[in-house]
């Protein structure tokens, strides 16, 4: 799987691409269906953003899930997935972080606006972001919302603890609402959160933040076991211990 040429154009255009049905069915029932069982074992931790935090809403996640679920590595290297990120990024794909969140029934945190950048900043922009879907993200799940475009404005300053964008609205922004087995990649610039989950149902999804290994941190944050690991191709940079 990779992208046509005027996939790679909207990506390069908007700064995302909603590549769809990536993963079947089966594959994303039995995914969502371990990392539900994680999320049990590790007692649902919340991971809602303190600017939202008051209004009672909850969001569950996790860190380096492949450390938690050998179903996830294995996720993480298929050609499926990685080719469509060569596609973006070019030949070497390296692994910075994942993380699984589970937005609840009724009460799912949302994200506000901001820009991945600022908790990561690295020298170049490849950061990219791949949100894999493992049900369902209609409107009313609290799907990704983005502005289109918006990574050619380079970094925005950002407020608060959380560092969000106070200035982009959620309900302002475009939807980008998903099936189980899509999955949406972004550039790390590009203005994007997501709504409350309002919903009977949970919102399953995993993110994977990858790196072309040439592109260097600014500042080493965020820092997690898993990264360095290549997804694709080699990483040509000195060997360090």
């Known amino acids: ?61 996790c860190h380096d899930v492949q450390f938690e679920i050998a179903a996830i590595t294995r996720l993480l290297t298929d050609p499926r997935f990685t080719g469509v990120a060569q596609a973006i990024m070019g030949p070497n794909v390296q692994l910075h972080h994942t993380k699984m969140f589970i937005k609840p029934p009724e009460n799912g945190s949302p994200f506000p ?26 409107i009313e799940k609290g799907c990704l919302r983005v502005v289109p475009g918006s990574h050619h404005l380079g970094p925005l300053e950002p407020v608060g603890e959380d560092r969000h964008l106070p200035g982009y609205a959620i309900e302002d922004a475009t939807p980008i609402q998903a099936k189980a087995g899509d999955v949406i990649f972004f550039n790390y610039m590009l203005i994007h959160g997501s709504g409350l989950n309002v919903s009977d149902e949970s919102r399953t999804t995993l993110l994977v933040q990858m790196r072309d290994p040439e592109d260097k941190p600014i500042v080493d944050r965020h820092l997690s076991r898993g990264q360095g690991m290549m997804l694709a191709g080699v990483n040509p940079m000195q060997p360090t211990e």
């Not at 606006?113 to 209609?138: C, L």
């Open 113 to 138: 606006m901001h820009q991945d950048y600022y908790y990561f900043p690295h020298a170049g922009t490849s950061m990219t972001a791949a949100i894999i879907h493992f049900d369902d993200a209609p």
């Open 1 to 61: 799987m990779s992208l046509t040429q005027d996939q790679r154009d909207f990506y390069s255009t908007h700064g995302y691409i909603h590549v769809e049905g990536m993963f079947s069915i089966e594959e994303c029932a039995m995914l969502r269906g371990e990392i539900h069982a994680l999320a049990q074992r590790l007692g649902n931790p919340d991971a809602t953003w303190a600017s939202v935090r008051s209004a009672g809403t909850k969001i569950t996640h």
